[in-house]
Protein backbone atom coordinates (compact mmCIF):
# COMPACT_ATOMS: atom_id res chain seq x y z
CA UNK A 1 0.00 0.00 0.00
CA UNK A 2 1.02 3.57 -1.37
CA UNK A 3 1.85 5.36 1.93
CA UNK A 4 0.44 9.31 2.95
CA UNK A 5 2.54 11.72 1.87
CA UNK A 6 1.83 14.24 5.28
CA UNK A 7 3.13 17.50 5.58
CA UNK A 8 2.38 19.62 8.64
CA UNK A 9 2.65 23.55 9.21
CA UNK A 10 2.55 23.65 13.18
CA UNK A 11 4.07 26.55 15.02
CA UNK A 12 4.09 25.48 18.12
CA UNK A 13 7.34 22.92 18.32
CA UNK A 14 5.85 20.88 21.36
CA UNK A 15 2.54 19.92 19.36
CA UNK A 16 4.80 20.05 15.93
CA UNK A 17 7.25 17.48 17.45
CA UNK A 18 4.84 15.42 19.04
CA UNK A 19 2.92 15.19 15.77
CA UNK A 20 6.16 13.95 13.50
CA UNK A 21 7.09 11.87 16.60
CA UNK A 22 3.73 10.03 16.03
CA UNK A 23 3.22 10.08 12.08
CA UNK A 24 6.77 9.11 12.11
CA UNK A 25 5.97 5.89 13.65
CA UNK A 26 3.09 5.13 11.35
CA UNK A 27 3.43 2.42 8.24
CA UNK A 28 0.70 4.07 6.24
CA UNK A 29 2.24 7.37 6.49
CA UNK A 30 5.64 9.36 5.34
CA UNK A 31 6.06 12.79 6.59
CA UNK A 32 8.04 14.94 3.18
CA UNK A 33 7.50 18.40 4.55
CA UNK A 34 7.43 20.38 8.39
CA UNK A 35 7.08 23.75 8.44
CA UNK A 36 6.77 26.92 10.84
CA UNK A 37 4.60 28.78 9.01
CA UNK A 38 2.89 29.19 5.30
CA UNK A 39 5.67 31.35 3.89
CA UNK A 40 8.15 28.49 4.89
CA UNK A 41 5.91 26.05 3.42
CA UNK A 42 5.31 27.57 0.44
CA UNK A 43 9.77 27.82 -0.03
CA UNK A 44 9.87 24.24 0.89
CA UNK A 45 7.23 22.98 -1.25
CA UNK A 46 9.29 24.59 -4.44
CA UNK A 47 12.50 22.56 -3.61
CA UNK A 48 10.64 19.21 -2.60
CA UNK A 49 11.12 16.39 -4.27
CA UNK A 50 8.26 14.61 -3.04
CA UNK A 51 4.45 16.15 -3.65
CA UNK A 52 2.48 16.23 -0.11
CA UNK A 53 -1.08 14.94 -0.37
CA UNK A 54 -2.19 16.03 2.76
CA UNK A 55 -1.60 19.01 4.79
CA UNK A 56 -2.24 19.35 8.93
CA UNK A 57 -2.59 23.15 9.01
CA UNK A 58 -2.79 25.57 12.06
CA UNK A 59 -4.59 28.80 12.14
CA UNK A 60 -2.48 30.69 14.73
CA UNK A 61 0.54 31.03 12.70
CA UNK A 62 3.33 33.63 12.81
CA UNK A 63 3.24 36.04 10.11
CA UNK A 64 0.66 34.69 7.22
CA UNK A 65 -2.27 33.09 9.37
CA UNK A 66 -3.16 29.59 8.15
CA UNK A 67 -7.09 31.09 6.94
CA UNK A 68 -4.70 33.91 4.81
CA UNK A 69 -2.41 31.53 3.66
CA UNK A 70 -4.81 28.75 2.40
CA UNK A 71 -5.96 30.01 -0.88
CA UNK A 72 -1.89 30.44 -1.32
CA UNK A 73 -1.27 26.84 -0.77
CA UNK A 74 -4.83 25.52 -2.94
CA UNK A 75 -3.29 28.03 -5.70
CA UNK A 76 0.06 26.10 -5.17
CA UNK A 77 -0.97 22.46 -4.73
CA UNK A 78 -4.90 22.31 -6.26
CA UNK A 79 -5.01 18.83 -5.29
CA UNK A 80 -3.69 18.51 -1.72
CA UNK A 81 -6.33 18.37 0.81
CA UNK A 82 -6.09 20.63 3.73
CA UNK A 83 -7.27 19.66 6.98
CA UNK A 84 -7.55 22.17 9.95
CA UNK A 85 -6.14 21.63 13.32
CA UNK A 86 -6.52 24.41 15.64
CA UNK A 87 -7.26 25.47 19.00
CA UNK A 88 -10.15 27.98 17.48
CA UNK A 89 -13.48 26.78 17.31
CA UNK A 90 -15.66 29.68 16.48
CA UNK A 91 -18.73 28.80 13.74
CA UNK A 92 -16.92 31.94 11.53
CA UNK A 93 -13.30 30.36 11.26
CA UNK A 94 -14.92 27.34 10.58
CA UNK A 95 -16.69 28.34 7.69
CA UNK A 96 -13.80 30.50 6.19
CA UNK A 97 -11.65 27.43 6.42
CA UNK A 98 -14.13 25.36 4.65
CA UNK A 99 -15.04 28.37 1.84
CA UNK A 100 -11.04 28.58 1.38
CA UNK A 101 -10.95 25.13 0.55
CA UNK A 102 -10.25 22.88 4.01
CA UNK A 103 -11.90 19.28 3.88
CA UNK A 104 -11.50 18.69 6.97
CA UNK A 105 -11.66 20.73 10.30
CA UNK A 106 -10.39 19.47 13.79
CA UNK A 107 -9.66 20.81 17.35
CA UNK A 108 -6.65 20.43 18.82
CA UNK A 109 -8.09 18.94 21.79
CA UNK A 110 -8.57 15.53 20.07
CA UNK A 111 -6.16 12.25 20.11
CA UNK A 112 -3.39 11.85 17.63
CA UNK A 113 -5.14 8.63 17.33
CA UNK A 114 -8.15 10.65 16.66
CA UNK A 115 -5.98 12.77 13.89
CA UNK A 116 -4.50 9.57 12.27
CA UNK A 117 -8.31 8.48 12.00
CA UNK A 118 -9.36 11.63 10.31
CA UNK A 119 -6.21 11.62 7.95
CA UNK A 120 -6.58 8.18 6.89
CA UNK A 121 -10.60 9.25 5.94
CA UNK A 122 -9.26 12.04 3.81
CA UNK A 123 -6.52 10.03 1.89
CA UNK A 124 -9.88 7.66 1.07
CA UNK A 125 -11.76 10.44 -0.11
CA UNK A 126 -13.86 11.57 2.59
CA UNK A 127 -13.48 14.32 5.43
CA UNK A 128 -13.88 15.11 8.95
CA UNK A 129 -14.75 17.29 11.75
CA UNK A 130 -14.47 17.01 15.12
CA UNK A 131 -17.47 15.67 17.22
CA UNK A 132 -17.77 20.02 18.63
CA UNK A 133 -16.90 21.23 15.45
CA UNK A 134 -19.92 19.32 13.73
CA UNK A 135 -22.26 19.91 16.16
CA UNK A 136 -21.58 23.42 15.75
CA UNK A 137 -22.10 23.43 11.83
CA UNK A 138 -25.49 21.57 12.86
CA UNK A 139 -26.69 23.99 14.96
CA UNK A 140 -25.96 26.53 12.78
CA UNK A 141 -27.84 25.21 10.10
CA UNK A 142 -30.69 24.00 12.56
CA UNK A 143 -34.29 25.33 11.89
CA UNK A 144 -34.01 28.96 14.23
CA UNK A 145 -36.50 28.95 16.91
CA UNK A 146 -38.86 31.56 16.31
CA UNK A 147 -39.89 33.98 19.05
CA UNK A 148 -43.44 35.15 18.07
CA UNK A 149 -44.31 38.25 19.39
CA UNK A 150 -48.06 39.86 19.06
CA UNK A 151 -47.82 43.08 17.50
CA UNK A 152 -49.33 44.77 20.91
CA UNK A 153 -45.92 42.77 22.72
CA UNK A 154 -43.89 44.57 20.25
CA UNK A 155 -45.43 48.12 20.70
CA UNK A 156 -44.86 47.92 24.35
CA UNK A 157 -40.90 46.83 23.70
CA UNK A 158 -40.45 49.61 21.34
CA UNK A 159 -41.92 51.54 24.31
CA UNK A 160 -39.38 50.21 26.49
CA UNK A 161 -36.56 50.27 24.31
CA UNK A 162 -37.23 54.01 24.11
CA UNK A 163 -36.74 54.49 27.56
CA UNK A 164 -40.61 54.95 28.79
CA UNK A 165 -42.13 54.26 31.69
CA UNK A 166 -44.61 51.63 32.13
CA UNK A 167 -47.05 54.90 32.74
CA UNK A 168 -46.18 56.53 29.98
CA UNK A 169 -46.55 53.08 27.13
CA UNK A 170 -50.54 52.56 28.83
CA UNK A 171 -50.97 56.29 27.72
CA UNK A 172 -49.76 55.69 24.59
CA UNK A 173 -51.54 52.51 23.89
CA UNK A 174 -55.01 53.69 25.42
CA UNK A 175 -54.28 50.93 27.73
CA UNK A 176 -54.10 50.20 31.74
CA UNK A 177 -50.86 50.00 33.78
CA UNK A 178 -51.80 46.65 34.58
CA UNK A 179 -52.28 45.61 31.13
CA UNK A 180 -48.73 46.60 30.22
CA UNK A 181 -47.34 44.74 33.09
CA UNK A 182 -49.11 41.88 31.70
CA UNK A 183 -47.84 41.93 28.33
CA UNK A 184 -44.73 42.50 29.87
CA UNK A 185 -45.03 39.19 32.04
CA UNK A 186 -46.07 37.41 28.77
CA UNK A 187 -43.18 38.74 26.66
CA UNK A 188 -40.56 37.74 29.67
CA UNK A 189 -42.00 34.05 29.29
CA UNK A 190 -41.85 33.93 25.33
CA UNK A 191 -38.35 35.24 25.32
CA UNK A 192 -37.57 33.49 28.15
CA UNK A 193 -35.75 36.23 29.85
CA UNK A 194 -35.70 37.52 33.23
CA UNK A 195 -34.82 41.20 33.29
CA UNK A 196 -35.46 45.07 30.49
CA UNK A 197 -31.29 44.61 30.27
CA UNK A 198 -31.63 41.12 28.61
CA UNK A 199 -35.09 42.54 26.98
CA UNK A 200 -33.03 45.66 25.16
CA UNK A 201 -29.87 43.50 24.24
CA UNK A 202 -32.21 41.07 21.88
CA UNK A 203 -34.09 44.20 21.12
CA UNK A 204 -30.49 45.38 19.77
CA UNK A 205 -29.51 42.19 18.46
CA UNK A 206 -32.86 41.84 16.26
CA UNK A 207 -33.43 38.40 18.23
CA UNK A 208 -36.97 39.25 18.77
Same mark, same amino acid.
Given at each position: MKPINLAIIEDDLIIQESLVEYFGLQDAIEIVLVANSVEQFIELIKNSE !?????? /?????????? #????? @?? $????????????????????????????????????? !?????? /?????????? #????? @?? $???????????????????RQMEIVEGIVSGKSYKMIATDLFVSIDTVRSHIKNIYKTLEINCKAELIRKSFNKEL
Open positions: !ITPSIL /LLDINLPGIS #GLEGL @PV $IKKELPDLDVMMLTTFDETDKIFEALSCGACSYMSKR !ISLQKI /LEAVKIVSDG #GSYMS @PA $IARKIANYYAPKKKLLLTD
